[in-house]
Structure formats: C-alpha cells, structure tokens
C-alpha cells in the first residue's frame, strides 16, 4: 500500500513539473552579450572585476531563459558578433556593444568640430528581426535611423499604459498583468502643462523587474524612447510607457520595422514572473518581421516636430511662468535651509563635504526670478522681437502656421515654410505634392515647385512629366513622417521603390564646401564650447576656462544618487613641468529637482591654480551628458588647451 502511495505521488509530481514546463516555439535565437546589472554608463569608478563577474552570470540568466521557451538558442560575446550571424538565426537579442563595421568619427575643419558621424553596426537594408535591450537601440541603431533612440537613460522598474491589446500580451504564452497604482512620474508632470496636459497623482502600472536603480544603487538602467512622431510612418508601433524621467508617453516598448526596443535593463535572473512570458512573446511577435527593413529613417534624433509648436503655445503663458517662479522661490527657501543646516553642523565641529560646500556657495548666490518678459524672451527665441509678451499674437501666429512648419535633420528648432504657406495646404495633405506637380507642369512657378519637391521628397526628378508618373502610381502608399526628416515616402518594402532612398541627402558625408565658415558656436550636435585663459602672477598661474551652454541645455555638476542622470568629471594635464595647486573651483550651479541634483547652464567659469617653472601647455576636459527638459543627448568630452 505504501509503495502504491509513493508511486502514485511520484506519479504527480511529474504531472506538475511538466504542466510547470512552457511548450518550446521552434524559434533560432541568437543572444549577444556583453553587459552586465551594473550601470557603468557615465560612472566614473565601478568594481571592474565584479562587473566582469556580473556579464558571465547576466550572459548564463538569458541562456537558461531563452532554452526554456526556443528550440535553439546561441550566446556570443559583443565583440564576436557581426551582423552577417544574424541571417542564420530567426530572432537576435542585443544586450552589449558589437564590434562597428564603421567606426564612430567627427569631421572637423580647420581643426573646428564641426558634425559627428555615428558608428555603423548594420547596413541599411538590413532586414533580420532584432530585439534590443535597454541602451543597446541608440548605440547600434542611430546610424541607420531607427526611431528607437536614447529620449533619457532613467527607466525604473514599472510599466504603464499598455497596449494590452497587442500581440505580446496575448500570446503564445499566457500573460497575468498585475496592475497596481504608484505615484505618477514627477518628469512626466513636470512636462505636462507644456502641453496643456494635467496628469493624475496616481497611475496604474505593471512591475516588469524585481529590482531597479530607483532602489537598488548602481543597478542597469532602462531607456526611453522619444515618443513624438513614433508612429508617424506605417512600419512603427508604441506599445507601452514605463516610469522614467521623462515626458508620459515616452516609449519603454515599440517596434520600428525589424527593430523591437525593449526598453528595460534587467536579465531574466531579475524579471518579473509576469514579465517572462511576455518578452518570450515579444521574441515570438518580432520573428514574423523577416524581410521587413526601415522605410522612415530618423536620421537626427533631436529633429522637432509639430509637437514642438504645441508645446511652444504654452510655454509663453501666465500659467508656465508662474509656476517657474513658484518653482524657483521653492528652490531658494530649499537651499536656505540647507545651507542653514550646514553651517549648524561646521559649527558644531563636523567637517563639510565638497558636496556639502557646493551647496552653500549655491545658498549663497540663490537663483534670482526672471520678469516675465525675459521669461518669454528665453521661451520665444526669435519671435519675441516681433510679438513681446502678447500671449494672443503668439497663439494666433502658431495656429496659422502649424500646418506650414518643418524641421530639418542638422537642427532642433521648427522653421515656417513660406513656400507652403503659399500654396494654402499642409505640407502633410498629400494634395501639396500634387499642387506642387502641378505648378511645374503649368510652368507657372518652376523653382517654387522644385524646391518644394526636392524639401518634402527623396526624388531629384528633373522633369514634371517624372514626377507625376511616380505620384499616380504611388498615390495610395504615400504617407508622411515628421520624426523621418519631414518627408513624404512610400509604404513599401520593395527596397527598389523610388522615393525612400535616404542616400540623396549625403547625411552622413563631409559637404567640405558647405563647411568652409566654422562658427564656434553651439549648437546640438555640440552643446557646450570651452575657452581658457592664463592669469600669471611668477610661477603661480591660474587657468581660467570659460565654459558656454547651448540655450536650454544644461550639464550636471552633481548628481543625486536618487537621479539617473551622468555628473560632469574633469581632466586637467599639462605638457611641460606644470602641477595643480590646490582644487578646481568650479561655478555654484542650481538645484535641478528636490532630490539634490545640480546642473550647470549658460555660462560658466572655472578655475585651476597651477605652479611652472617654464612654459608649457596645459589641457582642460569636461566629461559631460548635456540634456534639455525633452531629453539627454549621448555623454561626451570636451578639450581646451592653451599655453602658459
């Protein structure tokens, strides 16, 4: 009877293991690693050997996972991968950095920065379905214009607004989302009202990982996507937010043709259980996009979009301002009492940190409130010469000329198209091309049409004959996408079809001609420009560097352990006999959030004691992440020398 017994509990406790067991789908999938559950992004000094440590276990976690929902499953290293393994595999994970087949390079003349050109990992017609992880969609996308870029590297834990509707929550393996509300993002309220939006104090949202860096310090961090003309063309697809930084809508989740973002960091070691299931689905859902390729390339991830004239309408009201003001005078009590407390404890006989000294100095120089009209004048750029402070002009003019702006792949701003505005249709109504084909046919305005043709289109047609042919054949497989230069292009996969050949615009190419007058002046592509100077007295010198900002950019001189922000590290070196005396003094910065947070705008000087006997060279970099209230730009350095 007792043998009976245990046969018959043998007997279920197999059943159970094997209904515990999830049906493999006969899927080829390939896992690149290379990164570990130890931010190092911008972390000046982490434990080299652990990190090690931590990409072997991170590494054998997706190996064990992936087997247990694919039939074949193949890990290899970052610097092992090239884009060529992939056309043997059905699906490729990318979770560290491959070897470029081009590697990153800046194009200077006359020794000036003039435009970097982003390594290349992919072609441009590569069609295999790739899934990747976190960061990994900036760094082996960009050159080929996915839209999954780097908006900001400060994802958590949780996932909101889902499309639950979709694919990978419905299968092929079950899917339970546990839906709990949690306080909503400060980011996200914070860029709310720039859109007349208000957001709830709670939103529901779903925990994709058991631990994040919100709660864990030094935990990878996810990225977010910017959201704005995500959708725009045919072959792209949000499908969920997540708690970040950043504006409500930014993307955590989506799917650009072959290229599936999945914007959380953890490995499966750290997902949840609910999780599992659906980025096993999201494997499955990626694979049946073989073939496909990017139409719409996002060639300038910063490129505006009507969404930045939205936003312009607002930023000009009573309401932005006074809660700018509010916001401010909130800062300067926060800092007084902070420095209050401070000095109680050097008082007392404690020793000040650096840290705890830079906040004094900031105390010490509190941030004063613009009126409103310098207000407006920063929000307003170039139109407050011609509106001031009249909130209706502003509204009238945006309203009138929404339908007519663009924007353009080398800037960050919107720019009225007058030529548009001519002909009386939105340069997003397919009936502009055709009243464009028409001008040039009647020769009523050839150049007009022309231009207009050669703005909105990649055909360099030189005829309208051509022009109307490719128009009534492709009539119906228009569309037109903002986020992909502001272009009309046609839905269609045929790599062949004319009208979707992003070559014609040399975009990744030296036009030396057009180069030949370097400004040194920032700009996007290089937010922050350095000037240094030597104050001598002997052989005691002081190097002066003088540090300029993009106009609403700013740089972090100390970042929050609470922020997933990257703080500003400096290099001063010499050639010759030089050495330092003393600390850099750096400027005092101002509060960016209520966690401790300080970042740096305008103009900034810095300043370095130094002793030498003879004369030499000296050199000063900033290592910085430049970021405006939309997004982050990727972390650069910066290098000043002078002479002494």
Known sequence: MKRHLSLLLLTFVVCLGATAQVKKTNLKVLYVGGHSDIETFGVAAYDTA????????????WEKYLNEYFTTVKTVKGNDYNYKMSYDYDVTIIDGTPKPIEPRRNITINGNFTKNIDARYFPDDFDRPVITIAETGETVGRRIGTKNDWYCLCLDAHAYGMKKEHPIFKGPYKVKLTITDRPTPEGAKEYAPLIGQTLPETTPMWRVQKKGY????????????????????????????????KSYDAMTIGRHANWFHWGFAASPADMTDEAKPVFANAVVYISKFAGQHIIARKLNEGISTRTRATEMKYRVGRDVYNGFV??????????????????????????????DRQYLMMAEHPQPNPTYGQFIQQQAGELFAQFGTDVAAYEKYFKENTPYF???????????????????????????????ISLWEKGEDVEKARRLLHRYTLLRYDNPKEWRAWYKKYEKQLFFTESGGWLWLVNSQDPTTPGNDYSVLKYN???????????EATSIDNPVQLAAAIESEGEEKTLVVKMKIHPGYHIYAVVSDKDPYIENTYDISFEGNGKLSGELQKPAGRLLNSTGTVVFEGEQVFRQKFTAKDNGTVSFTINFQACDNHSCLQPMSKTVKTQY
């Open 509 to 519: 190419e030296a036009d030396v001609a057009a180069m030949t007058q370097v400004k």
């Open 50 to 61: 652990a990190n090690e440590r931590s990409i072997v276990e991170r590494t054998a976690a």
């Open 326 to 355: 509010d916001s401010m005078e909130k800062y300067n009590a926060q800092m007084k009492k902070m420095a209050d407390s401070l000095k109680n404890k050097e008082a007392a006989g404690e020793k000040l940190t650096d840290l």
């Open 214 to 245: 919100m709660t864990n310090r030094y935990y990878k961090v996810g990225m977010v996507v910017r959201p704005w003309g995500y959708e725009d063309s045919p072959e792209a697809e949000w499908i969920s937010g997540g708690e970040s930084a």
């Open 406 to 436: 663009y924007g353009t792949l080398d800037g960050y701003d919107l720019m009225l198209d007058e030529d548009a505005k001519s002909l009386g249709i939105a340069n997003n109504d397919k009936r502009f091309l055709d009243r464009a």
